[in-house]
Each structure stands twice: as C-alpha cells, then as structure tokens.
C-alpha cells in the first residue's frame, strides 16, 4: 500500500512531498515545483448608500393619506413635530382652533413656541402668521394682545390657577415677524414691545426682537 501527502507549495517556496512503501519508479525523496493558483478576487460587498431611507420626487399616495387622517383638533391640544411637517395648508389646522376665542388662540401658540427649530421655524411662522390674521380680524384686539403676553408669562392671567405652556423666546420670534404684517394693531404691537424692552435682560436675542416690534 502507498500513502502519499503531497503540498502545494507556499510562498516561502516548495515543500518537499514524501513517499512511504515499495514506491519503484520514485525516487525515496521527490521535489517538485510548487503550482501556485491565484485565488479569484472576491468582489467587495457594495456600500450601503448615504441616501437610504430618503425619499426625492414628488409625495407618494400614502403620504397625502396620512396628512388626511391627522386628527388635527388633537394637534391644536397637543402639537408634535411629526405632525408639523405634514402640515402644507394652513387652513386645516386653523379649521380646528376657534380662531375668535383670545385664550385658546395664545394658548396654541404657547405650544406650537415649544416645538420650533431650525426645521420648523418657517412652518410655525407661516401657521401663527395666517392664525393672528385671522384672529385679530375677528378677536377684540386688546384681549387677544392681553392673553399672548399671559402666555409669555409677562402679565399674570386672572385665573390663579393658569400655568402658561410656552418657550417665550421662540414665541416672541414668531410675534415679532408677525407684528410686522399690516393686519397687527400699532398698539399691540407697542404694548408687546414695551414688555420685550422689560424683559430684555432674559433674552439671548433681544435686539432683534425689539427692533421688529419698534413703530
């Protein structure tokens, strides 16, 4: 019987290979020259995109559906960034805010100051612009400045009980640019100002927010 191992080679060079039993046409000790194989490459595995998960081009079907089925009298209670961005008409949200009530007006807009963002920032613009049109036109105007200074906690509300729900810096950005619309009062908008010049000392940004609210 003969057992035979035999070795490929390396890169090192030959390897002897050996031969055990009543070998007669062999030599005891046979070289040979190392056959060397190049392995096939593998290919590498392809790099997930940077752009997965993003959508471009139009808004698909489901998305139109989703803006249709928000509950937008819940967001007028309990505003979300999520929804937010679903927002493309402003109508639909002030549908759903009774835009001739002072107190229910400030206070979304007490809300709505919590979420804003470099992300956000015009869409909370572009809805308390279109609401304060809206309202100012159908509100007493002296109330509804009242219950937007109650909402910055710049006065205090009549009802003891009341906790202003706000960011007041990022409220009084989205006034500001709004005091600057035909539709805001001149004395509004130099009542709110007055209190801005009082508050001043708590604003990182103040001086633009005053400026916009000077006649």
């Known amino acids: 019987a003969v057992v035979s191992t035999q070795s490929t080679g390396s890169l090192n060079g030959a390897q002897p290979a050996f031969s055990f039993g009543n070998a007669t046409t062999n030599p005891p000790f046979q070289f040979s020259a190392p056959v060397l194989t190049k392995t096939p490459e593998k290919e590498a595995a392809p790099k997930p ?13 489901s998305t139109v559906t989703a ?5 937008w009298d819940k967001f007028v209670a309990n505003p979300t960034e999520s929804d937010l961005r679903k927002i493309s008409d402003t109508q639909v949200v002030l ?3 009774e835009t001739g009530n002072a107190s229910k007006v400030a206070a979304f ?8 963002s470099n992300e956000t920032s015009a869409t909370c613009q572009k809805l308390v612009t279109a609401l ?4 100012y036109a159908s509100c007493n105007p002296t109330h509804l400045t009242n219950e937007l200074l109650v909402t910055l906690d710049f006065i205090k509300s009549e009802d003891k009980d009341f906790k202003p729900e706000s960011d007041p810096e990022a409220m009084l950005q ?3 640019y709004t005091a600057t619309e035909a539709f805001f009062p001149v004395t509004s908008r130099k009542i709110v100002g007055a209190f801005v010049k009082k508050q001043a000392s708590k604003l990182r940004n103040s001086a633009g927010i005053i400026e916009r609210f000077e006649i």
């Open 95 to 97: 549908n759903a805010i």
């Open 174 to 176: 989205l006034l500001s």
């Open 109 to 116: 807009i007490g809300r709505l100051s919590k979420l804003v």
């Open 132 to 135: 304060l049109a809206s309202s």
């Open 49 to 61: 995109s940077p752009f997965a998960g993003f959508e471009f081009g139009p808004k698909t079907t």
């Open 67 to 71: 803006v249709e089925n928000t509950d």
